[in-house]
């Protein structure tokens, strides 16, 4: 199918919508909040195809204008130089235009669940989860997410074993889903009395969040424990059996929730990250199932990969998969992180752009 025949069926299927919400039989029905959705994602999509087809037809006319011997000399040369400005912004708009055709992740729009563990690297590698823990919290801020604490497993002087967060807002896993993998760190660690800079890591996942809609689970498929919570030097122990651990059989997916005093609630945040967790994996299934190209992209999700390098002794960072290096790790580590991911969802589009064309 050729690009203008992909274009008139998005243009007719938009003007289709239009009309069936405008009708009364569609107005009350339970399709209209469906149809409003899809109607709202074409509008932008719509009004860029208007736009260039507009700049299409307007170049035709200026060409034709100024190859004409009988026009007046001066409007030959206004029309030549609009021409040339018209062919300058074209191909910007049908990449635009294209990028806007690709197939949608359907979990860009999703919540998050935001997965950290600390890795090689003992209590260093700890601290460098609480540091990547704040990055995002800041980031969230900065974009006005919510940023909910699920789980956190600390250790004694500052440092995260393992945490565990729900982000919810606009587009937030289409930001997030980069930051699967490994993240290494390149410093002198403040309980290093030498001197010596230490290489360590930690664990990014991140999950988009999943809805009861989303990941159908049974009861007859969970195996549900509960015991009693415990916390670090005695602290935040539970007298009562609050703590949860639910099984997921079919998956063998394992998932214990302990830092609310409520088994209740427990059991709820413990159902989040399994549902989360299911989705997570049967997503990973299909794209394991696509092509060896499809898989080398940036937004792959490999959580043993190495995609990130932050060097504080040369206050720099870099990501791996695109090979970009920014001299401005204080204010990455505050939580600007919209430069890597913008270059990062570029590189993607590019990567996907390539295939389609």
């Given amino acids: ?140 801020e900065e974009r006005g997410w919510k940023f909910e604490l699920m789980h956190v497993s600390e250790t004694g002087i500052g440092g995260y074993k393992e945490a565990a967060v729900s982000v919810s807002g606009r587009d937030v896993f289409a930001r997030l889903k980069y930051e699967s993998g490994v993240h290494r760190v390149q410093r ?57 651990r639910i099984t997921h059989l079919p998956t063998g997916i394992v998932v214990s929730q302990q830092d609310e005093k409520s088994q209740h609630k427990n059991k709820a945040k413990a159902m989040r990250v399994l549902r989360s967790r299911i989705f997570d994996a049967e997503r990973a299934k299909v794209d394991a199932e696509r092509s060896a190209a499809r898989r080398g992209q940036v937004g792959s999700g490999d959580r043993s990969e190495r995609i990130r390098t932050y060097n504080f002794p040369q206050g720099r960072v870099t990501d791996h998969r695109i090979n970009l290096t920014l001299h401005k790790l204080d204010r990455v580590m505050d939580g600007d992180l919209d430069e890597i991911v913008d270059a990062l969802t570029a590189e993607d589009q590019a990567a996907r752009l390539s295939e389609v064309n």
């Fill in 1 to 140: 199918m050729s690009l203008d025949e992909k274009l008139n069926r998005v243009v007719a299927r938009f003007d289709e919508l239009g009309a069936l919400m405008a009708s009364p039989e569609t107005a009350g029905s339970a399709d209209f909040a469906r149809m409003s959705k899809e109607y709202s994602d074409l509008s932008p999509v719509v009004e860029c195809i208007s736009q260039v087809r507009k700049a299409r037809e307007d170049m035709s006319e200026l060409e034709a204008m100024a190859a004409d011997p009988d026009s007046d000399a001066e409007m030959r040369e206004l029309a030549e130089a609009e021409l040339q400005d018209i062919k300058a912004r074209l191909p910007e708009m049908e990449r635009q235009l294209k990028v806007m055709l690709l197939p949608k992740d359907e979990a860009d729009s999703k919540n998050a669940i935001l997965e950290l563990r600390a890795g090689t690297g003992g209590e260093e590698a700890a601290l460098f989860a609480a540091n990547l823990f704040r990055m995002y919290q800041r980031y969230a």
């Fill in 188 to 244: 002198v660690p403040e309980t290093e009395s030498s001197g010596r800079i230490h290489t360590s890591a930690a664990t990014v996942a991140v999950l988009p969040e999943a809805e009861e809609v989303d990941v159908q689970i049974a009861d007859k498929d969970l195996r549900i424990d509960v015991f009693r919570a415990s916390g670090p030097g005695g602290q935040s122990v539970n007298t009562t059996d609050s703590a949860v």
